[in-house]
């Protein structure tokens, strides 16, 4: 839930509460829903259908799929890429030292392929507006 902060040019920007449930989870620091002052503003859809106004608390809604489909280019892709570059490395057989410089190229890489990500599909990702309580 959080509360209609502004409306602009037709999108409509909510500011979400930490949750007591994120303030325990090990990542809500950076997690890109929340900021360190607890607070943050997104910008959502409304597919409610009902009217929305500055100051109304709404419910939002990110879809499921979407929050797997994120977990995976986040953690399991550069897990994977850091694990072949390794194996690449390993493979000349130079020493652990070429391991380790091919670790961190498979790093590189999903960092890349993350901003990449980011910068792509970012709309897609954002926050729908499901209920007007008040």
Do not use: W
């Not at 997104?42 to 259908?49: A, F, L, R, Y």
């Not at 990110?62 to 072949?84: C, D, N, Q």
């Not at 999903?110 to 209920?131: A, C, G, M, Y």
């Amino acid at each position: 839930m959080g509360e209609v902060f502004d409306i602009k040019d037709g999108k409509i920007f909510v500011k979400i509460k930490l949750l007591s449930a994120c303030s325990s989870c090990s990542h809500s620091q950076e997690c890109a829903i929340f900021s360190k002052d607890q607070n943050k503003i997104v910008e959502s859809e409304n597919i409610s259908g009902e009217k929305v106004e500055k100051g109304d608390i709404v419910e939002l809604m990110i879809e499921r799929k979407k929050i797997l489909l994120l977990s995976f280019v986040f953690y399991i892709v550069p897990t994977i890429l850091i694990f072949i570059f390794s194996l690449v490395g390993y493979s000349l057989k130079k020493g652990e030292g070429m391991v380790a410089i091919f670790a961190f190229i498979g790093f590189l890489i999903s960092i890349l392929t993350i901003f990449i990500f980011n910068k792509n599909k970012k709309e897609e990702f954002n926050h729908k507006i499901v209920r007007v309580l008040k």
